[in-house]
């Protein structure tokens, strides 16, 4: 980062700031040239990498996070959790893929990340959520579910 006093090259990184809204990183920084020494602000902004969806047909689709918010809504209907529980954790998935630095997720993955979150808010919302989202197709399939939810909750008390 040249500095915008003499031209030279060399700079340091004193302090950096994250500013959230825009997703940019201000730097302080100072010049490294002995005669010069001043300081200036450099913003960086963080690159957001597209992330497409791969559905279990193979077609893709751009990630769009509404989608994973509109699936807890359906999920959380008339239950005791809050809007912002809910943005939170669409927060936290958001946020798990985009440090995945992956540009491709598969849909399911998304929906274990979904279940991984709602198991631990509300086991009737994890019910109705994984029932929709892992289509049963038969009654032992639905019985081993219901086996593996019954020995989690055990285990958490
Ligand atoms: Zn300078």
């Known amino acids: 980062m040249k500095c915008i006093y003499c031209g030279c090259k060399d700079s340091k990184v004193i302090d950096s ?91 399911s993955e998304i929906g274990e990340m979904i279940m991984e979150k709602l198991k631990s808010i509300d086991e009737v919302a994890y019910i109705r959520f994984a029932s929709v989202y892992r289509k049963f197709t038969d009654v032992t399939h639905f019985m081993d579910f219901i086996k593996e939810f019954e020995d989690m909750l055990t285990n958490k008390k």
């Open 17 to 107: 700031r994250y500013i959230d809204e825009n997703n940019q990183i201000r730097r302080r920084r100072e010049c490294l040239n002995p005669d010069c020494q001043k300081r200036f602000n450099t913003y960086e902004t963080v690159e957001m990498l597209p992330i497409m969806v791969v559905k279990n047909d193979e077609s893709r689709q751009s990630f769009n996070p509404l989608k994973i918010k509109q699936g807890i809504m359906r999920a959380c209907e008339k239950r005791p959790v809050s809007v912002a529980q809910i943005d939170e954790m669409v927060n936290d998935i958001e946020k798990q893929i985009q440090n995945s630095l992956k540009q491709e997720i598969k849909s």
